[in-house]
């Protein structure tokens, strides 16, 4: 009987969580996303100069071609940077990636977090571990 110790599992099992945006082992995918999020909302609910609230994602209507949800920020309804989603600042637009088994996919920006230069909407797509679906976006209306 091979026994690990205590020690080593929970070494394995943090390394699992720490890489929770990687894709779940159980999905296995032949293409890229086939179906898009119906719409993105975002309410700025922070007084200061930053914004803040709750970004909510309504589904797609079949979420059978891909894992998660993924949430940007963006320019023009587009994911802002370049190709590898490096912004002006140097920093990757990246706000968070949702699991679509979550109850609810809604994402809360802490208030009077700073606008990255160049962004001016939030966008959201499906994503799997072979590409995205095409983008959903609101524009920020920074209160």
């Known amino acids: 009987m091979n026994r690990k110790p205590i ?15 990687l894709e779940d082992a ?10 898009a999020p119906l719409a993105i909302l975002f309410t ?7 914004i803040g609230g709750a970004i909510e994602v309504t589904r797609a209507v ?41 109850d609810e996919i809604i994402h809360y920006i802490p208030a009077d977090t700073p606008i990255p230069e160049g962004v001016n909407s939030i966008v959201v797509s499906s994503h799997n571990a072979l590409g995205e679906s095409d983008f959903v976006a609101v524009d920020i209306d920074n209160l």
């Open 26 to 35: 159980s999905y296995r995918f032949e293409t890229p996303p086939n179906a």
């Open 44 to 50: 700025d609910t922070s007084l200061g100069e930053g």
């Open 62 to 102: 079949d979420e059978a071609s891909f894992s998660s949800y993924m949430i940007r920020w963006g320019t023009d309804g587009l994911p802002a940077g370049d190709a590898s989603g490096t912004m002006l600042n140097g920093e990757l637009n990246f706000i968070a990636k949702i699991n679509k088994q979550r």
């Open 7 to 21: 020690g080593y599992l929970a070494a394995v099992a943090a390394t699992f969580v720490m890489q929770g945006c």
